[in-house]
């Protein structure tokens, strides 16, 4: 995730020190405040940049195009902020955009991302940030994760450090999985049953793949089917992602199941580093075949994976060597992600007890 993705505060200080809250904010690298009037003198002599509608704030929040022209014209830094209800609030957005602004700052009403995307899809060509006005930190990853360029910050109204603290750690984490080397323990041929191939609508390069898991807190990385072999041509479009009750890891953090999986969904595709990208669904396809259990151990935990006993479906080991179903065995180590902290419900993270054999 770039780094240019930012956090701007609202600060809603009623009785406190708002200097000592703007301080604290920049330490945690924070510099954008959206702020009242009353509020810029205090803000900028902290250090912070203030985004009000006053000449004296670093940038001129606008209302309309009649203003946007003027701030133009006056050669000033100039955003607006405004709420999409409908295509025509898009379609205004992205004409002031076009005028030269700084940033359009958007709340959402219902519908939260199709606006946002359609917004993004509109403005990409220009140098105009997109901020999303969210409520709390934990809305974050769905905002970044629009589309495949996200939005360029969010608006987070708060008086709390700690909740700067989250929304920050919650930013740093996006755009990577944090994979580890976790040990195979069993490899066990189980017999029949219903597996899907995911075929995306892109190309999957060498290294990368999609992370699956029979438990939440262990996901496999599965990689692609790009090298092929001498029986099978490269489909580095697909990954064959083994049992349909398994878990896969979608680009907004939630897990889904395979078989509830379609056409125009949207899966996270991670590579052997941990980058990550929203790949489109093409087709899944699921069919009958014989399955292998391979189970793994690490520091504090253990997992499982169901997967086609195939030669063409290969799990990342050491120096990214691909290691086929066919070919693992016990002692080898794979790529895992791992997230002990948490459970799941209706693929959401949840702090709760949970355990999944």
């Not at 496999?220 to 489909?235: A, M, V």
Request: charged share 20%.
């Amino acid at each position: 995730m770039p780094n240019s993705k930012e956090i701007v505060i609202v600060p809603i200080i009623k009785s406190g020190n708002l200097y000592q809250f703007v301080k604290n904010t920049l330490s945690l690298g924070v510099k954008l405040f959206l702020c009242n009037t009353n509020e810029i003198e205090q803000v900028k002599k902290a250090g912070g940049t203030t985004i009000s509608p006053s000449d004296n704030a670093d940038i001129f929040l606008v209302s309309n195009n009649e203003e946007a022209s003027l701030k133009k014209k006056e050669g000033k830094k100039f955003a607006l902020k405004f709420k999409v209800e409908s295509n025509e609030d898009i379609d205004a957005a992205v004409a002031i955009a076009r005028m030269g602004a700084t940033a359009l700052i958007v709340q959402t009403g219902d519908w939260k991302i199709i606006p946002l995307e359609n917004l993004i899809a509109n403005t990409h060509e220009v140098n105009t940030q997109i901020y999303a006005c969210v409520n709390s930190p934990k809305e974050v990853p769905t905002m970044f994760s629009v589309l495949e360029l996200g939005v360029d910050g969010v608006v987070l109204p708060t008086d709390n450090t700690e909740n700067i603290v989250q929304a920050s750690n919650n930013l740093k984490n996006l755009g990577r999985a944090n994979l580890l080397f976790a040990k195979v323990t069993t490899v066990k041929h189980l017999g029949v049953g219903d597996r899907a191939c995911i075929d995306t609508a892109s190309i999957l390069n060498k290294g990368e793949g999609i992370l699956i898991g029979s438990q939440a807190n262990t996901l496999f990385l599965i990689h692609n089917e790009s090298s092929g072999s001498k029986f099978t041509s490269p489909r580095p479009f697909r990954v064959n992602a083994g049992s349909i009750h398994s878990y896969i890891l979608m680009p907004d953090g939630k897990t889904r199941y395979l078989s509830e999986l379609e056409s125009g969904d949207k899966v996270l595709a991670v590579d052997q580093a941990g980058n990550t990208r929203s790949v489109l669904i093409g087709r899944v396809k699921i069919e009958r075949r014989p399955l292998t259990l391979v189970k793994v151990e690490y520091d504090g935990g253990s997992g499982s994976v169901l997967l086609q006993n195939a030669e063409t479906i290969p799990l990342i080991g050491k120096k990214g060597k691909q290691i086929p179903v066919t070919s693992l065995k016990s002692g080898d180590e794979v790529l895992v992600k791992v997230d002990t902290s948490i459970g799941r419900h209706f693929g959401v993270a949840v702090d709760e007890f949970m355990l999944e054999k």
